[in-house]
């Protein structure tokens, strides 16, 4: 805070912050990190239990809402790759959008 005349001015800090280390967008965490949520990074996500494939999918992991069932074949930062078991085609999206369709899915395999 620094104060001018007679008014004291404060920064707003904007940026996004982790809930749990306070990890930012440009001081990440040591060896690395990436948004899992809006205010959790990868880091934590695993230091603080069990993966969450909706949230933080890799590999391996197989989730349904009814008939759609989708695979996930890779990852590539907050780019997902996923496939449809028993179909040859691939999709991709961005971590976000991936998020917002696993919200509600089942959890049918998840990758160790």
Not at 41 to 64: E, I, K, M
Request: proline share 5%; with cysteine; glycine share 8%.
């Amino acid at each position: 805070m620094r104060v001018d005349g007679d008014f004291a001015l404060t920064s707003v800090d904007t940026e996004r912050r982790c809930r749990v280390c306070g990890c930012t967008e440009t001081r990440a965490c040591s060896g690395g990190c990436h948004w899992v949520a809006a205010d959790l990074c990868s880091a934590c996500d695993v230091d603080f239990g069990v993966r969450n494939p909706r949230q933080n999918p890799q590999p391996g992991d197989v989730l349904a809402i009814g008939a759609d069932v989708r695979e996930v074949w890779d990852r590539v930062g907050d780019s997902i790759e996923y496939g449809f078991p028993g179909k040859a085609a691939t999709r991709w999206l961005p971590l976000i959008r991936w998020q917002v369709w696993a919200r509600f899915a089942e959890v049918r395999k998840a990758a160790p």
